[in-house]
């Protein structure tokens, strides 16, 4: 790959968008290439978290490369829209824990593909926001679905219509970062973090993940129903039978099932 970099370290993916002269800004290519990435990583079993991030200090990923998209067609940008999509439902419904690290600039699509992770943990210096509309286009890799489930449609509309830049404190204190730390602790905080959520059923995990997704489309009764089918499910693991033993024997419990 040229512009993804991925390493697997302690059941943890780390995966870099990699295009710092271009402020890691996405590209066909490099859809492309996130797209194989996330193919690859729902398959394998040794990997339990991906955090994804963006090379150098200073962006996460300054949006959609504009460089490519300011001679496509209707047709080529219809094509871009749709590859991402395809790329950030895999990023977005794979069963491992998702986190964006985002270390600087998420605009435009670099907040969309954070939008697509479970979680983002961001660093002082990062900067959110969707700027499209000033360059005469609209969010197209999400960014009128996902802000709006994720901050609620006010506040993606106020985001979208003024292209206002947020900083990291204003995007934690509206629900679209986690969490907010220095810069040199970024990449550590996350791994902290998916070492604690790896500590846990990872089977379990994967089923709230989906019962969560699709929940949050869905009414409130058929998320219930959903809920109440995978809370089945879990009884019939390894993972229940041994985690309720090891409470019950006041011991460690050893959790398996992925
Ligand atoms: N596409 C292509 N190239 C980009 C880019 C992008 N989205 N963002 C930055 N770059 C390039 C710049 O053109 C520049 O290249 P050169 O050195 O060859 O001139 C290099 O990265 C460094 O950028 P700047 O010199 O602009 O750096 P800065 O510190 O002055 O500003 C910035 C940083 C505020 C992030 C600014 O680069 C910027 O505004 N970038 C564009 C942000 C944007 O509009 N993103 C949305 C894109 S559209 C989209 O994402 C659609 C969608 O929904 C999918």
């Given at each position: 790959m040229n512009n993804v970099i991925m390493e697997v370290n302690d059941e943890i993916a780390l995966v870099t968008i990699n295009r710092p002269k271009s402020l890691n800004a996405l590209n066909s290519e490099t859809l492309a290439e996130l797209d194989q990435c996330f193919d690859e990583i729902s398959t394998?079993?040794?990997?339990?978290v991906l955090i994804l991030t963006g090379s150098?200090?200073?962006?996460f990923v300054a949006g959609a490369d504009i460089s490519e998209m300011v001679n496509a067609t209707p047709a080529e940008g219809r094509q871009m829209g749709m590859l991402a999509k395809q790329a950030f439902l895999k990023l977005e419904t794979m069963p491992q824990v998702t986190i964006a690290a985002v270390n600087g600039y998420a605009l435009g699509g670099g907040c969309e593909i954070s939008m697509a992770c479970d979680i983002r943990i961001a660093s002082d210096n990062a900067r959110f926001g969707q700027p499209e509309t000033g360059l005469g286009?609209?969010?197209?890799?999400?960014g009128t679905q996902r802000l709006a489930r994720l901050i609620g449609k006010g506040r993606a509309k106020e985001l979208i219509f003024t292209c206002d830049q947020i900083e990291a404190q204003e995007a934690y204190r509206i629900g679209l970062a986690n969490k907010v730390v220095p810069q040199d602790e970024l990449i550590d905080t996350c791994k902290k973090m998916a070492a604690k959520i790896i500590s846990k059923g990872s089977y379990a995990i994967s089923l709230a993940k989906e019962a969560i997704n699709t929940g949050m489309d869905t009414d409130l009764s058929s998320g219930l129903t959903l809920e109440a089918d995978l809370f089945g499910l879990s009884f019939s693991t390894h993972d229940k039978t041994e985690g309720m033993t090891a409470f019950l024997e006041k011991r460690k419990a050893d959790l398996t099932d992925f």
């Amino acid at each position: 790959m040229n512009n993804v970099i991925m390493e697997v370290n302690d059941e943890i993916a780390l995966v870099t968008i990699n295009r710092p002269k271009s402020l890691n800004a996405l590209n066909s290519e490099t859809l492309a290439e996130l797209d194989q990435c996330f193919d690859e990583i729902s398959t394998r079993k040794d990997i339990k978290v991906l955090i994804l991030t963006g090379s150098g200090q200073k962006a996460f990923v300054a949006g959609a490369d504009i460089s490519e998209m300011v001679n496509a067609t209707p047709a080529e940008g219809r094509q871009m829209g749709m590859l991402a999509k395809q790329a950030f439902l895999k990023l977005e419904t794979m069963p491992q824990v998702t986190i964006a690290a985002v270390n600087g600039y998420a605009l435009g699509g670099g907040c969309e593909i954070s939008m697509a992770c479970d979680i983002r943990i961001a660093s002082d210096n990062a900067r959110f926001g969707q700027p499209e509309t000033g360059l005469g286009i609209l969010p197209g890799f999400g960014g009128t679905q996902r802000l709006a489930r994720l901050i609620g449609k006010g506040r993606a509309k106020e985001l979208i219509f003024t292209c206002d830049q947020i900083e990291a404190q204003e995007a934690y204190r509206i629900g679209l970062a986690n969490k907010v730390v220095p810069q040199d602790e970024l990449i550590d905080t996350c791994k902290k973090m998916a070492a604690k959520i790896i500590s846990k059923g990872s089977y379990a995990i994967s089923l709230a993940k989906e019962a969560i997704n699709t929940g949050m489309d869905t009414d409130l009764s058929s998320g219930l129903t959903l809920e109440a089918d995978l809370f089945g499910l879990s009884f019939s693991t390894h993972d229940k039978t041994e985690g309720m033993t090891a409470f019950l024997e006041k011991r460690k419990a050893d959790l398996t099932d992925f």
